[in-house]
């Protein structure tokens, strides 16, 4: 009796493409490797707080002129805001090389996953790519943009780098990631030229940049005084700087009520009063935290707790100030 033939497709097996099989893992993976590098070395997490603060300064422009909202403008400000943070995260690892191959050397360059030349075209195809998505929007919005990414080139790179000096270096953070950002998401959806309310909301966050983006250097104290780099920590050390720092995660908050007092805010104020505590509290906790014991900020990693409380307490501030003002609408 003949047996049945055993029916095989041999169509779609791996063995029929041996060659192709073989080359395909190797450059898709290679292709993902470099993708992920890429996002490494734009440090994601710091992407969200600039992204939220452009969104909800566009909220609260809304809320308090209640004008006409182009979804697309206000998409690609908020798009804008990351790759430029990107960009300038990319040039200051550029920049701070020297820094990095102390404080941080697992980092794309200081460990040569990356080249100086990749680096280079990050940082460039990003700042142009950013400067381009805000060209569409407006004037205004392209202008403090425009402002924004010349201050990130003057804190970063040669000669100028304000980061070699602690008051231009907290003072160009806070302008940029506090003040700008909060009136550039505003002027996303209104002009800014008329009202003293956008620019009072981005001193706000000014003044609270001010000191606590100083929870990023206590872990670079060795890398930064090796670079020139003088930052409060390094010229006055951790007590002092938790110290003089403490005030900015408390003080900014009380300009919430002093500006419903003064009739400069216009969103709801029962929110506003409620955000003030919320913040007030959290800020208490952070200036216990880095107060007990300054030391340990030198110590704990690449980056101390208090430097991610900072951003959370951005990232909450933006959304719940944004959030009072969608009340009043």
């Known amino acids: 009796m003949a047996l049945p033939l055993r029916e095989t497709n041999t169509a779609m097996s791996p063995r029929s493409f041996p060659l192709v099989s073989r ?5 898709n993976s290679a292709r993902m490797a470099s993708v992920r590098l890429y996002w490494t070395f734009a440090r994601p997490f710091t992407l969200v707080p600039p992204m939220i603060g452009i969104f909800s300064g566009s909220l609260i422009g809304y809320g308090a002129t209640h004008a006409r909202v182009h979804v697309l403008y206000v998409a690609l400000a ?3 805001a990351a790759v430029l943070n990107a960009a300038s995260n990319g040039l200051n690892q550029i920049c701070d090389l020297t820094n990095d191959r102390i404080n941080k050397p697992h980092r794309p360059l200081p ?3 990356m080249s100086m030349r990749q680096a280079r075209a990050f940082v460039i195809v990003t700042y142009l790519a950013a400067l381009a998505m805000v060209a ?8 403090i943009y425009t402002m924004a990414a010349l201050a990130t080139i003057a804190y970063s790179a040669p000669p100028v780098r304000l980061k070699r000096r602690p008051v231009a270096s907290n003072l160009t953070i806070a302008l940029i990631r506090g003040w700008l950002l909060k009136v550039a998401g505003w002027a996303a959806v209104a002009t800014v030229l008329h009202s003293l309310e956008p620019w009072y909301i981005g001193f706000i966050y000014f003044t609270f940049l001010l000191g606590a983006t100083t929870t990023k250097d206590f872990a670079d104290i ?3 005084r090796a670079a020139g780099c003088i930052t409060l920590p390094v010229k006055y050390g951790a007590a002092w700087s938790a110290r003089a720092i403490s005030p ?12 419903l007092w003064l009739r400069v805010l216009h969103g709801n104020p029962q929110a506003i009063i409620a955000l003030c505590v919320l913040m007030l509290a959290w800020g208490g906790y952070v200036v ?7 030391y340990r900020l030198v110590t704990e990693g690449e980056n101390h707790p208090a430097w991610h409380h900072m951003y959370w307490m951005m990232m909450v501030g933006h959304l719940g100030l944004a959030g009072a003002y969608l009340l009043s609408h």
């Open 23 to 27: 080359l395909q893992k190797p450059e």
């Open 78 to 80: 908020v798009l804008a």
């Open 111 to 113: 460990s040569g996953k």
């Open 136 to 143: 569409v929007v407006n004037w205004e919005t392209f202008g």
């Open 222 to 224: 060795e890398g930064d």
């Open 248 to 259: 900015a995660f408390l003080l900014p908050w009380f300009l919430l009520p002093l500006g």
């Open 288 to 294: 216990y935290l880095i107060n007990k014991d300054p």
